[in-house]
C-alpha cells in the first residue's frame, strides 16, 4: 500500500503564502513524476504544477511566477510554495505521484486526500 498525505493549507488573506507538502509512504520502490492538482467547487480537477525526478517543472500559466514546486527525493516530498495568493487560487488541493511499489510492477498513480486552500479578499 501507498499513501500520500498533504499538509500547509489553510486559510490566507490575498497577496499571502502558503506552502504546502506531500509525503509518499508504504511500499515504495521508486517515484517518478510528482505533482499538484487542484478542484475549486463547481470545476473539474485541473493540473498545477509538476516535477520529475530530476527536477524538470512545468505548471499552468495561471500559477506561473507566483507558485514554484519541488522535491526531496530521499525524503519522498514534494512541496508547492505558492506566493500572491488570490482568490481565485482557493480550491482543495491534491498531491499526485507515479509510483513503483517494486521492480517487477509498473509505475501507478497515487493521490492524497486534499487539503483545502482558502483566500480571502
Known amino acids: 500500500q501507498v499513501q500520500l498525505v498533504e499538509s500547509g493549507g489553510g486559510l490566507v488573506q490575498a497577496g499571502g503564502s502558503l506552502r504546502l507538502s506531500c509525503t509518499a509512504s508504504?511500499?515504495?520502490?521508486?517515484?517518478?513524476?510528482m505533482g499538484w492538482y487542484r478542484q475549486a467547487p463547481g470545476k473539474q480537477r485541473e493540473l498545477v504544477a509538476t516535477i520529475t525526478p530530476v527536477g524538470s517543472t512545468s505548471s499552468a500559466d495561471s500559477v506561473k511566477g507566483r507558485f514554484t514546486i519541488s522535491r526531496d527525493n530521499a525524503e519522498n516530498t514534494v512541496y508547492l510554495q505558492m506566493n500572491s495568493l488570490k482568490p481565485e487560487d482557493t480550491a482543495i488541493y491534491y498531491c499526485?505521484?507515479?509510483?513503483?511499489?517494486?521492480?517487477?510492477?509498473?509505475?501507478?498513480?497515487?493521490w492524497g486526500r486534499g487539503t483545502q486552500v482558502t483566500v480571502s479578499s
Open positions: 508504504g511500499s515504495i520502490f521508486s517515484i517518478g513524476d
Open positions: 499526485n505521484a507515479r509510483i513503483r511499489r517494486n521492480r517487477y510492477m509498473d509505475y501507478e498513480a497515487s
